[in-house]
């Protein structure tokens, strides 16, 4: 079974003013759609044909890195988008990831620095993670296509901080882009979602 680049799930212009259509047109249609792509063609014939894309990562890692890359960059693209909604954002969280952040973070507006700060420096392309290992959370950041599932994590949030999620909106400003995605951008039932399928 092949993998899919699922549709967004919002339009194009749902996240405006923060990202446009147009970065999210180039963004998913094309970027993402590559990965889709080429994962599909380098897997064929492979010991990874017809394995989860979970699998895939972990597999591959260290092992084979143009499916890793694709494997990994389809990934975390799929769960980028859906960590994202119209009106999110801010401290509309919900209890239980409320209380998670209280205990291993500092609490909500040491998260957010920190996990703007992730995103700020890490150095070239990259992403910003709210993982979880072991019962705790933690924020950490990756280079290029790389994500907590190779250190046995469970990521339950990102930012996309390569150059292609918002050069067209923010040219180099990651801080501002940062920013609007944790002040208006972030979906907390998402991460909800994916802490409660972790655990």
Not at 5 to 34: R, V
Not at 170 to 180: I, P, Q
């Amino acid at each position: 079974m092949a993998f899919e680049l699922a549709p967004l799930p919002y339009a194009y212009d749902a996240l405006a003013p923060f990202t446009s259509a147009e970065t999210l047109e180039f963004h998913h249609d094309k970027h993402h759609a590559t990965y889709v792509t080429n994962l599909n063609n380098l897997i064929k014939g492979t010991e990874f044909e017809g394995k989860s894309l979970e699998d895939v990562i972990t597999g591959s890692f260290g092992k084979n890195v143009p499916i890793f890359n694709n494997a990994a960059q389809h990934y975390n693209h799929h769960h980028f988008w859906l960590w994202q909604k119209k009106g999110g954002g801010g401290k509309k969280i919900p209890g239980k990831i409320q209380t998670l952040i209280d205990r291993d973070l500092g609490g909500y507006d040491k998260f957010r620095a920190d996990f703007i700060q992730a995103g700020v420096t890490q150095f070239g392309s990259g992403w910003a993670w709210l993982a979880l290992k072991d019962g705790k959370l933690s924020i950490t950041k990756t280079s290029n296509a790389e994500n907590p599932l190779v250190t046995g994590a469970t990521p339950i949030l990102t930012a996309d901080v390569w150059e292609h999620g918002y050069y067209i909106d923010y040219r180099n400003l990651r801080l501002k882009f940062l920013e609007a995605f944790v002040d208006h951008l972030l979906n907390w039932d998402y991460v909800l979602e994916r802490y409660e399928a972790a655990v």
